[in-house]
């Protein structure tokens, strides 16, 4: 089993949308929960960063942690055709295991249509 | 503030041979790691280093390696190059390792290399 479950996809909705895009996983100790969107050929960009269970806004982003169920989401409002990227979870074990050793989920394909 | 850069772009490489990936990170940023991208693995943790050190490892076997310079700069070196290590290859830089808030990482655009 992955530390990081994220289904891959394809997903593809119409622009305006609302996009859910989720990340389950294993190990309780994960502490630092991120949200990082990559486009072609590029390297992956920090969207969201949270390190507590509960909702984080940014925009027409929403970063949602659940750490009792092992659960983390990313919201997108109002969805835009620029959206379109592969959005990566990213969840780190902290100060104890090493921070900076950041464990991914396989990352979604989001295509919004105009 | 100039953001992490990766050098070369592109590489393309027989099996057998070796090569060099350089990365400069952002300026004042500390840490630098490693990462290597694949379709079928996704993204995979390879090393982390700080103040010339390495600190963390991935499930990597010993031809991959990197070093740390004084001014934070970062290389990693792959050797006996195998098909298999064809993938894009990323190095994320953060300010301060270990302070919440300041891990958050900022990629690089990568390094793409095919290994024929």
């Known amino acids: 089993q992955k530390e990081v479950e994220q289904d891959p996809g394809p997903l593809s909705v119409p622009e305006g949308a609302i996009v859910s895009l989720n990340c389950t996983y294993s190990n309780s100790a994960f502490q630092y929960f991120m949200w990082y969107r990559q486009y072609s050929r590029k390297g992956p960009e920090l969207l969201m960063y949270t390190y507590s269970s509960g909702n984080k806004e940014d925009g027409r982003f929403t970063a949602q942690v659940d750490k009792s169920s092992k659960y983390i989401s990313l919201f997108i409002r109002d969805s835009q055709p620029s959206d379109s990227a592969t959005y990566l979870c990213a969840i780190s074990p902290g100060l104890i295991q090493g921070a900076q050793k950041l464990v991914f989920g396989q990352g979604t394909r989001l295509t919004i249509n105009p | 503030k100039a953001g992490v850069t990766q050098t070369p772009r592109y590489l393309i490489k027989t099996r057998g041979q070796q090569v060099t990936l350089s990365c400069s990170p952002i300026s004042g940023h500390r840490s630098v790691s490693w990462y290597q991208q694949t379709p079928g693995q996704g993204l995979q943790f390879l090393f982390e280093?700080?103040?010339?050190?390495?600190?963390n490892k991935g499930n990597f076997p010993g031809r991959f390696s990197g070093r740390q310079f004084s001014n934070s700069r970062s290389e990693m070196n792959v050797s006996t190059l195998e098909l298999g290590d064809s993938a894009l290859y990323l190095c994320?830089?953060?300010?301060?390792?270990?302070?919440?808030?300041?891990?958050?990482?900022?990629f690089g655009p990568g390094t793409r290399l095919l290994v024929l």
């Open positions: 280093y700080f103040s010339e050190t390495q600190r």
């Open positions: 994320a830089s953060s300010l301060v390792p270990g302070l919440a808030g300041q891990e958050t990482q900022y």
